[in-house]
């Protein structure tokens, strides 16, 4: 059910979200101020519209964005980034609370996956250039007249669930669009308009992918996996054929099928402070080799580092399948020192759906071993007698790997498993 369609200038987020309501009650303070016209867009509306959480704000304005946006900082404090080329600016906000500003305006595409060229428009040729109608809907922040604007509609595709583009060329203007619309799809649980479906198989036909740089596809991939469950999503886009379309080594249905259910029970699946999770970002990339990935990671330096960490599982997955393999060894392979990639081990590890053993050992891993320390603490090896410096943290490693073992299990039996740390008294 949408929320109520008459939108108030002072009462936008007034019940559900009073500091989003303070920072839409500043700019419009400051557009009535400089007399002109600010506008909430896209994704904000879109949620407000199905009653869901927003997370940061979109404003458009008619006028100087940038200018909008420097008020807006002497006003409620924060720091302000600016983007020339395209007239915007974000605000980041003392309370953690990011504010997009956009001049409103048109767009022209010089070659089909280009960087937009942008000139100042009107708020309606702003909502033009956005790439879904439940994207392209606004509420007034300024002026007399507070009713949404929804020129194409949003509202009742918001309504059906259905993701429609604006005009035929959208996926072939901006094939990133491609992601957003499985995004989307997925998320609300809505479905892909026929006319859509079918304008996206036609660029997918003819190469649009090719004309994206690697890091535009990178970013996107990555948008893909920070969803909640990335699964429904990963899966169909490979259904589509947007992976294979990226790379024919991207990884098939085959490949999610044998995934299907990890993410309920895979810690770090979900996104935090925006970093995309380890465990998913593996798993994207499991079929491909290093140097494939590396073509769509190009400068990316984050990507580098996941490169190395899934060959490094590659490599090690006939010793995480040996027989007689000891809880400590498995623990010895998978601790990892970046506290990033934490979550990737079991996923990564259990994508050898042929590998069973190491799946089963993951598994545990994550279950059960991870997080198993001994039961004395560096203060009961000091009160025992082992000496203060090196010597504890040995202790403490050696008392872990036998406790994962099954050496030691009880306080008693690693108070006389420690007693080989403390001095002789000879």
Same mark, same amino acid.
């Given at each position: 059910?949408?929320?109520?369609?008459?939108?108030?200038?002072?009462?936008?987020?007034?019940?559900?979200?009073?500091?989003?309501?303070? #920072?839409?009650?500043?700019?419009?303070?400051?557009?009535?101020? @400089?007399? !002109?016209?600010?506008?909430?867009?896209?994704?904000? #509306?879109?949620?407000?519209?199905?009653?869901? &959480?927003?997370?940061?704000?979109?404003?458009?304005?008619?006028?100087?964005?940038?200018?909008?946006?420097?008020?807006?900082?002497?006003?409620?404090?924060?720091?302000?980034?600016?983007?020339?080329?395209?007239?915007?600016?974000?605000?980041?906000?003392?309370?953690?609370?990011?504010? +997009?500003?956009?001049?409103?305006?048109?767009?022209?595409?010089?070659?089909?996956?280009?960087?937009?060229?942008?000139?100042?428009?009107?708020?309606?040729?702003?909502?033009?250039?956005?790439?879904?109608?439940?994207?392209?809907?606004?509420?007034?922040?300024?002026?007399? *007249?507070?009713?949404?604007?929804?020129?194409?509609?949003?509202?009742?595709?918001?309504?059906?669930?259905?993701?429609?583009?604006?005009?035929?060329?959208?996926?072939?203007?901006? &094939?990133?669009?491609?992601?957003?619309?499985?995004?989307?799809?997925?998320?609300?649980?809505?479905? !892909?308009?026929? @006319?859509?479906?079918?304008?996206?198989?036609?660029?997918?036909?003819?190469? @649009? $992918?090719?004309?994206?740089?690697?890091?535009? !596809?990178?970013?996107?991939?990555?948008?893909?996996?920070?969803?909640? +469950?990335?699964?429904? /999503?990963?899966?169909?886009?490979?259904?589509?054929?947007?992976?294979?379309?990226?790379?024919?080594?991207?990884?098939?249905?085959?490949?999610?099928?044998?995934? *299907?259910?990890?993410?309920?029970?895979?810690?770090?699946?979900?996104?935090? *402070?925006?970093?995309?999770?380890?465990?998913?970002?593996?798993?994207?990339?499991?079929?491909?080799?290093?140097?494939?990935?590396?073509?769509?990671?190009?400068?990316?330096?984050?990507?580098?580092?996941?490169?190395?960490?899934? *060959?490094?599982?590659?490599?090690?997955?006939? $010793?995480?399948?040996?027989?007689?393999?000891?809880?400590?060894?498995?623990?010895?392979?998978?601790?990892? &020192?970046?506290?990033?990639?934490?979550?990737?081990?079991?996923?990564?590890?259990?994508?050898?759906?042929?590998?069973? #053993?190491?799946?089963?050992?993951?598994?545990?891993?994550?279950?059960?071993?991870?997080?198993?320390?001994?039961?004395?603490? /560096?203060?009961?090896?000091?009160?025992?007698?082992?000496?203060?410096? &090196?010597?504890?943290?040995?202790?403490?490693?050696?008392?872990?790997?036998?406790?994962? +073992?099954? #050496?030691?299990?009880?306080?008693?039996?690693?108070?006389?498993?420690?007693?080989?740390?403390?001095?002789?008294?000879?």
């Amino acid at each position: 059910m949408l929320a109520a369609s008459d939108a108030s200038t002072v009462g936008i987020f007034l019940d559900t979200d009073p500091r989003r309501q303070a #920072v839409c009650d500043a700019v419009r303070r400051l557009a009535v101020d @400089a007399g !002109i016209a600010a506008y909430l867009v896209g994704g904000p #509306v879109r949620d407000h519209q199905l009653g869901a &959480p927003v997370k940061d704000l979109d404003i458009a304005v008619v006028g100087s964005a940038p200018s909008l946006a420097g008020k807006l900082v002497d006003a409620l404090g924060g720091r302000l980034t600016v983007h020339p080329r395209f007239r915007t600016a974000t605000v980041w906000l003392p309370d953690g609370i990011s504010v +997009d500003l956009v001049t409103a305006r048109r767009e022209t595409y010089s070659r089909p996956g280009a960087l937009p060229d942008v000139e100042p428009g009107a708020i309606a040729d702003d909502l033009g250039r956005r790439d879904f109608t439940i994207n392209a809907m606004a509420i007034p922040l300024s002026g007399d *007249d507070s009713d949404l604007v929804d020129p194409h509609n949003g509202r009742a595709d918001l309504e059906a669930g259905i993701v429609r583009t604006l005009h035929r060329d959208s996926f072939v203007d901006d &094939p990133t669009r491609l992601f957003r619309a499985v995004r989307y799809e997925q998320r609300f649980g809505f479905r !892909i308009d026929d @006319a859509t479906l079918a304008d996206m198989r036609s660029a997918l036909d003819a190469g @649009a $992918m090719n004309t994206v740089s690697g890091p535009r !596809i990178d970013n996107e991939l990555g948008r893909m996996i920070s969803e909640r +469950d990335p699964l429904p /999503g990963l899966r169909r886009a490979t259904e589509l054929g947007l992976l294979a379309a990226i790379h024919p080594a991207m990884p098939t249905m085959e490949h999610w099928d044998a995934l *299907d259910g990890w993410s309920s029970v895979v810690p770090g699946a979900q996104p935090a *402070d925006r970093e995309w999770p380890a465990s998913w970002d593996a798993a994207l990339f499991w079929t491909m080799t290093h140097d494939q990935v590396a073509s769509l990671a190009m400068k990316n330096p984050y990507r580098t580092r996941r490169c190395r960490y899934v *060959d490094m599982l590659k490599e090690g997955m006939p $010793m995480l399948s040996a027989d007689g393999l000891l809880p400590s060894e498995v623990c010895a392979f998978l601790d990892y &020192p970046r506290p990033e990639a934490s979550a990737a081990h079991a996923l990564t590890v259990a994508l050898a759906f042929a590998e069973p #053993v190491a799946a089963e050992r993951i598994r545990r891993y994550l279950t059960e071993w991870q997080d198993l320390q001994p039961h004395l603490r /560096g203060s009961d090896l000091l009160e025992l007698g082992v000496p203060e410096g &090196p010597a504890v943290g040995a202790a403490l490693k050696a008392l872990r790997k036998a406790r994962l +073992d099954g #050496v030691t299990r009880t306080r008693q039996d690693e108070g006389a498993f420690a007693l080989q740390w403390v001095p002789s008294s000879k």
